[in-house]
């Protein structure tokens, strides 16, 4: 099964809102409750070292005529900086095309505070492939990256924290 990443035509309205009601009572397979799972160990140990930081917060949007919700794994605001994060058990190239093709556009458009230039994107995976683009276990190295990818270890987060920052 292949995952398209929507396209965004005519994005006219994006902002932060409540949870709505679709997201509520949602049923899992094992293995999206596995993603999540790894999601929140993530979301708890960035938590460690961020002190703005929002898991799964919830954006309205309007594109074309299609009014919508959206939700990011993880966002964080620091110094002058908005991260937006996908989290993923294992890479797929998808995910950094969900985040720059999807997410960053309404999540700009939803901060206007913020310069578009600061607004960036991070995938974070327990697992590579063969496929994968360059990889770093380091946070700033990682940010750097053309395709930002950051390599979670446990034992790194557990032992050194968030290195590089």
């Given amino acids: 099964m292949v995952n398209m990443v929507k396209q965004l035509n005519n994005l006219t309205h994006a902002k932060q809102c409540p949870v709505p009601c679709i997201a509520l009572n949602k049923k899992y397979t094992l293995a999206q409750a596995n993603g999540i799972r790894f999601e929140k160990k993530v979301f708890n140990s960035l938590s460690r070292f961020?002190?703005?930081i929002e898991h799964n917060p919830w954006f309205e949007y309007r594109n074309n005529s299609e009014f919508a919700y959206c939700s990011p794994d993880i966002l964080i605001k620091f110094d002058n900086i908005l991260l937006i994060i996908e989290v993923k058990l294992t890479w797929v190239k998808e995910a950094?095309?969900?985040?720059?093709?999807?997410y960053r556009p309404i999540i700009t458009k939803?901060?206007?505070d913020f310069d578009p230039d600061f607004v960036k994107t991070l995938v974070i995976v327990?697992?590579?492939t063969p496929?994968?683009?360059e990889d770093s276990s380091i946070w700033s190295k990682a940010l750097d990256l053309d395709k930002p990818l950051l390599f979670w270890s446990d034992e790194v987060i557990n032992n050194y924290g968030i290195r590089g920052m």
């Fill in 131 to 133: 496929e994968s683009p």
């Fill in 126 to 128: 327990k697992n590579l």
């Fill in 110 to 112: 939803a901060n206007p």
């Fill in 50 to 52: 961020f002190n703005h």
């Fill in 96 to 102: 950094q095309e969900k985040l720059d093709l999807f």
